[in-house]
């Protein structure tokens, strides 16, 4: 009775949406599930979208709550924008059921949005591959699906860039030359993505071509290309990484900072030293943070290093 009370509330768009009984919806059993699915469309569509959403944080701040069920509900809504609060709902889910419909999903949902969202969400199983955590075969049907994906010229290119996102962390020869075509891409949208490629991929291979991104008149070129920079792990890129730490954008100089981190070693960790005192507290706090990891990765074990 509580859980339909609840419901007829969601349905009645003159009664305000209370986030705090969201919970209401966690953990369903299979008779709870089927109530929700008979009254779920009785929700008008813009709750049901905020509905997955605050529910897919509340998920996050909260491991006791699991709205896996009521994703998979949302899977089959007739709005698209629904159906996209889902897929980015089952982020942390690993069944090999969720996996096998975002597959689908990603590559004959009718709406670009959910396409998008579930080669975004299919990037987290891509690395679950590299970790041998999928049958192979289910690791070779993702990287081929999104292959196809990102080769598709009919498909467009928001698609496409988050496939190739999802890819890079193959170490394979077709991923890698999709990297560089997406790099040569006209369009800057791709490019970017290419970099975000290289740095999931954590290959050295790319550090020419992040070298050049480094200097880009694009803000958006830059802060991917430092971000994959740390991510290589080569202190070699420590100097040009640092050239960013007063780029004229405050992101860029975010991830420069947090780059440095991933970079570790004692230049690095000079570097950021020097920001602990900075006069903004965004600068100080990721600084201070970076420094942590670097030290971290150093001494996993919390022995006292310079």
């Not at 959910?114 to 955590?133: F, I, W, Y």
């Not at 000079?270 to 971290?296: G, K, M, N, S, V």
Request: proline share 5%; hydrophobic share 45%.
């Amino acid at each position: 009775m509580v859980l339909e009370k609840y419901l007829d509330e969601l349905g009645d768009p003159s009664r305000p949406l209370k986030i705090s009984h969201i919970e209401r919806l966690s953990n369903l059993g299979p008779e709870d599930l089927a109530t929700v699915r008979e009254r779920w469309l009785r929700i008008p569509a813009d709750r049901r979208r905020r509905l997955l959403s605050e529910a897919a944080e509340l998920a996050e701040d909260n491991v006791e709550l699991n709205f896996d069920g009521l994703m998979l509900v949302g899977l089959e809504d007739p709005d698209a924008g629904v159906r996209a609060a889902a897929v980015a709902g089952l982020w942390e889910n690993d069944s090999r059921r969720v996996l096998t419909r975002l597959l689908e999903l990603v590559e004959r949902d009718p709406a670009e949005e959910v396409r998008a969202a579930a080669a975004t969400v299919l990037g987290r199983h891509c690395l679950r591959a590299q970790l041998e955590d999928l049958l192979p075969r289910d690791a070779a049907r993702l990287r081929d699906t999104l292959l196809r994906v990102f080769e598709s010229e009919a498909e467009s290119v928001e698609v496409r860039r988050r496939a190739l996102e999802a890819l890079g962390v193959f170490d394979d020869p077709q991923v890698t030359a999709a990297i560089e075509r997406a790099y040569q891409h006209p369009d800057r949208r791709m490019r970017v993505s290419a970099l975000f490629a290289m740095g999931r991929s954590c290959d050295r291979r790319w550090l020419p071509a992040l070298g050049e991104a480094l200097a880009s008149p694009d803000p958006e070129v830059r802060f991917e290309a430092v971000r994959a920079c740390g991510e290589t792990g080569d202190r070699t890129m420590v100097a040009r990484v640092a050239a960013l730490l007063e780029d004229p954008d405050m992101e860029v100089r975010l991830a420069a900072i947090g780059a440095l981190g991933k970079l570790g070693g004692g230049a690095a960790k000079r570097l950021l030293q020097r920001y602990l005192t900075h006069p903004d507290e965004a600068i100080r706090d990721a600084a201070d943070e970076a420094l942590a990891e670097a030290r971290f990765f150093e001494d996993p074990l919390g022995r006292s290093l310079s």
